[in-house]
């Protein structure tokens, strides 16, 4: 039966599919997580590391800088020491106004990485534009490497927004000076690929991306690109800013690129705090794929807000507390329990919604509430299991979790099923 409405995801757009050092980009490939470091380069020591956190925290690409000779020449030792770390994470180089001439004097470099970023805004000016631009997509064919062609509004190629907006004003102005600025982004991208096809760059070989920082520009941009292109679709809300705001921002644009089937690999470009933790936004990209039901990473611990029947802080710290524990025991539960991610928890804290969303979980836990009996119920699987009571509720609880892990995902279990 129709509906007025249409609340479920479209199917996602077709798209050529990419493999970038072993991760596919793109096709009938679920949407990759990548994310970037922050670190200077040239620190060998100091970027492996930032490298392999965030691969361990799930990012499946992981983006590096690549501005100077002394960066283009750490690229291959920080290739070599993750793999020495048992990290095979393809690394991608993001270049920009040198990067021709970095490719070619570093052939280790150019080896070393999976996949070139080139920002056709500024990969050159003028009469050098086509010609460093054609360096580099030579250079990718010669060492076998993908490209991303990513415009970024904040280095949009000025030239051509000239152009199109002297057309625009030529034809009597009918589009809005941000509309041509939307499709200054669309025909950057759009015809950087043209000439690197026309080069002899395959299309398979070509990602696109088109980063602005506004919210209701970013989907008008990528629904644009999405309708001329079948190229792999790279999603990023650029500057999203910091803490809440910068998780809200790239959250709604893209829950809503996505949700309309565009976007083949996704970064939230968060700015991290003062010495704040950088895997923050791998922690966000997967939570948004995986809210949205589009991938699984992490069992979901469902908890209610509290309110004025939640006056101890037990239900909080619970709620913390095993959300916690599944994420740091994740990289050992992934590999000893396959399937965990699937995992429902509930911790809720009060009798008026705790039961009931208990139930819908795998295991459940709902608190007494002010002026309830000291006693927590229990629900595995649907079905009221024992109840809890005393002062260590909460250990018991984890442990009843980790019971439940074992059973239902440890490899015995399996194997007897
Ligand atoms: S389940 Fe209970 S404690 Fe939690 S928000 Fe609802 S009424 Fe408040």
């Known amino acids: 039966m129709s509906s007025a409405f249409d609340f479920e995801p479209k199917p996602r757009r077709a798209s050529v599919a990419v493999d970038v050092g072993g991760v596919i980009v793109g096709g ?77 004097d570093h052939p280790a470099c150019a080896e070393a990485l999976a996949k070139y970023r080139i920002n056709p805004g500024n990969v050159g000016f003028k009469d050098k534009k086509d010609k460093q631009f054609a360096e580099i997509i030579e250079m990718a064919i010669r060492y076998d490497k993908p490209v991303r062609i990513g415009v970024n509004w904040g280095s ?86 910091m803490g809440t705001k910068g998780i809200v921002a790239s959250s709604a644009s893209l829950g809503i690129l996505m949700q309309q089937g565009i976007g083949d690999t996704i970064r939230i470009s968060l700015t991290p705090e003062p010495g704040g933790d950088r895997t923050r936004e791998v922690q966000v990209a997967q939570e948004l794929l995986q809210v949205m039901g589009f991938r699984q990473f992490i069992p979901v611990v469902a908890a209610c807000p509290g309110c004025g029947r939640t006056t101890s802080t037990v239900f909080q710290e619970l709620a913390q507390k095993i959300q916690e524990d599944i994420r740091a025991s994740m990289p050992i539960w992934r590999e000893k329990y396959p399937g965990v991610e699937a995992l429902k928890v509930a911790v809720m804290g009060c009798i008026v919604n705790g039961p009931g969303e208990s139930k819908h979980a795998d295991i459940g836990i709902s608190l007494p509430g002010t002026g309830e009996m000291p006693a927590a119920p229990v629900f595995i699987d649907g079905q009221k299991a024992m109840t809890l009571r005393g002062p260590k509720i909460a250990e018991e609880f984890q442990l009843l979790v980790a019971d439940y892990i074992e059973k239902r995902f440890g490899r015995g279990q399996a194997a007897a099923e």
């Open 28 to 104: 009938a490939a679920p949407v990759v997580v990548q994310s970037m470091t922050n670190t200077d380069t040239a620190d060998v020591d100091a970027t492996v590391a930032q490298v392999a956190a965030l691969h361990k925290a799930g990012s499946e690409l992981v983006r590096i800088t690549v501005d100077r000779d002394e960066s283009a020449a750490a690229v291959p030792k920080i290739r070599e020491r993750l793999l020495q770390l048992g990290l095979d994470v393809p690394l991608v180089g993001d270049f920009h106004y040198i990067g021709h001439k970095l490719l070619a």
């Open 156 to 241: 949009l190629d000025q030239e051509l927004l000239t152009r199109l907006m002297d057309e625009n004003q030529a034809a009597g102005s009918p589009l809005t000076a941000q509309e041509v600025t939307r499709e200054t982004i669309v025909q950057s991208a759009l015809l950087s690929a043209e000439l690197a096809e026309e080069l002899g760059l395959a299309r398979n070989r070509i990602i696109l991306s088109a980063k602005v920082s506004g919210v209701q520009d970013l989907i008008a941009v990528y629904a644009m690109l999405a309708a001329r292109s079948d190229h792999a679709l790279h999603l990023g809300l650029t500057e999203a800013g």
